[in-house]
């Protein structure tokens, strides 16, 4: 079986020195010391580490995409434009030394909608990028969320281009959710960024970019962020409620054609089976999580499924292949 994976981390040691945060080391003290340790050490490598474990997993490609929490904590647009080029010819670089391992995912800088759909666009056309993604909301001139009537420049050259916008958790929360006191083991993976980019995801449906931009492709992780589980009850509450933004279809109709999902970091064979008889298999993609998950599991998730040959090739790579032109 060939499988492509991703939403697999890298990062880039000099730019932690370019931004003016401290956000990243933050998130990394949330970890026991000794997977801090090893998650620093794998984000930054591409061969003594990654490969060897793509090898054992039976991995043949990664697609990969800068670490949370990206270009979402620079301040200054001037400097997120900036980081995001030399983020982008980075992996541009380390892709071009391993060709047929690697793939990527172009980090843009949201702070500028105008300059992230050109830096897409550059990423793309200029690097052979696969799409880009981004980490969920952003403060600045642009807005906070990715409907705001900003980024409708971003979504038409996504779109124009034929490449998805992959929605993933990590940015500095937005709002402060009193669920979350006294349970910091809430915050992060475990509970919290899934249902903040659900609702970021929601909000962009609900406010009808896939009808003004019907081509265009947004892929969610960890199993679609709770998403695919709820279409029922998403159309069941759309059609009672006073909608700011009428929609052309039912919200279930978006997900699964227009809204895509991973399965990074949930690798349930049983939960790989709803998300398929909810969503469809074309609509499903093999992902790790890498390094913070392992990819010997994901794949040994992915291989108790009870679904069709056809069905596991077309979630292992077939998918990937297409959406993302590999």
């Known amino acids: ?194 249902a903040e980019v659900g609702g970021h995801a929601l909000r962009i449906l609900f406010s009808g970019v896939f009808d003004r931009h019907p081509g265009a492709t947004m892929i969610l992780g960890h199993m679609g962020e709770f998403l695919p589980f709820q279409r029922s009850r998403l159309d069941s509450r759309y059609a009672a409620s006073a909608a700011t933004t009428p929609l052309k279809r039912v919200p279930s109709a978006y997900l699964g054609t227009n809204i895509v999902f991973t399965n990074s970091g949930v690798f349930s064979p049983a939960v790989m089976l709803g998300a398929v008889l909810e969503v469809g298999a074309d609509a499903v993609m093999f992902s790790v999580d890498y390094p913070y998950e392992s990819c010997y599991d994901a794949v040994q998730g992915f291989e108790r499924t009870t679904l069709s040959a056809g069905d596991r090739e077309k979630i292992a790579h077939g998918n990937a292949e297409r959406v993302l032109r590999i």
Request: charged share 25%; aromatic share 10%; net charge negative.
């Open 1 to 194: 079986m060939r499988y492509i994976a991703l939403e697999e981390a890298f990062f880039i040691p000099e730019l932690a020195h370019l931004q003016p945060t401290s956000e990243p080391q933050r998130m990394m003290r949330r970890f026991k010391p000794e997977y801090t340790e090893r998650f620093e050490r794998q984000l930054t490598d591409f061969t003594e580490y990654r490969l060897p474990e793509m090898d054992n997993a039976g991995i043949d490609i990664q697609v990969l995409s800068l670490t949370v929490p990206g270009l979402q904590v620079d301040i200054d647009a001037e400097q997120a434009r900036h980081n995001a080029c030399f983020a982008n010819d980075y992996l541009a670089k380390v892709i071009g030394e391993h060709p047929e391992r690697f793939r990527g995912f172009a980090a843009l800088p949201l702070q500028d909608p105008a300059a992230a759909a050109a830096e897409l666009e550059r990423a793309v056309t200029q690097h052979g990028l696969c799409g880009a993604l981004v980490n969920d909301c952003v403060t600045g001139p642009g807005g906070r969320y990715l409907d705001a009537p900003e980024y409708d420049e971003l979504w038409s050259a996504a779109e124009s281009l034929g490449v998805p916008l992959y929605l993933h958790p990590g940015a500095p929360p937005a709002d402060h959710w009193r669920v979350l006191d006294g349970r910091p083991e809430l915050y992060g993976a475990t509970w919290s960024w899934a």
